[in-house]
């Protein structure tokens, strides 16, 4: 019994031991196993909406016909004449 108590405190010491402060330790990888995944996610992120922008700039947009131009011909009564000259050229 006491060998076995004494391996097994040569074992822990040899790896690690009571001394490891494991709490601290997992803590940074765990918080830079985070920080590695949301900067990934960023990446993912940049290139999905250049991706959307490229497509949605591509593609055509309409064209409209020009609306006549005097439709209603008392939108354009002149009472007197401009000071810069005629508007109408």
């Known amino acids: 019994m006491a060998s076995a108590l004494i391996k097994s405190r040569i074992n822990s010491a040899l790896h690690g031991g009571a001394f490891k402060r494991n709490f601290s330790s997992s ?4 918080e830079a196993r985070e ?6 996610n960023t990446y993912v992120g940049i ?9 949605n700039l591509s593609k055509g947009h309409p064209h409209y016909e020009e609306p006549p131009a005097s439709p ?15 508007s109408d050229t």
């Open 27 to 30: 803590a940074y990888h765990d």
């Open 35 to 40: 920080a590695a995944k949301w900067e990934k």
């Open 47 to 55: 290139v999905t909406c250049a991706i959307l922008t490229i497509f």
């Open 72 to 86: 209603y011909p008392y939108l354009h009564i002149r009472n007197k004449e401009f000071p810069w000259g005629n």
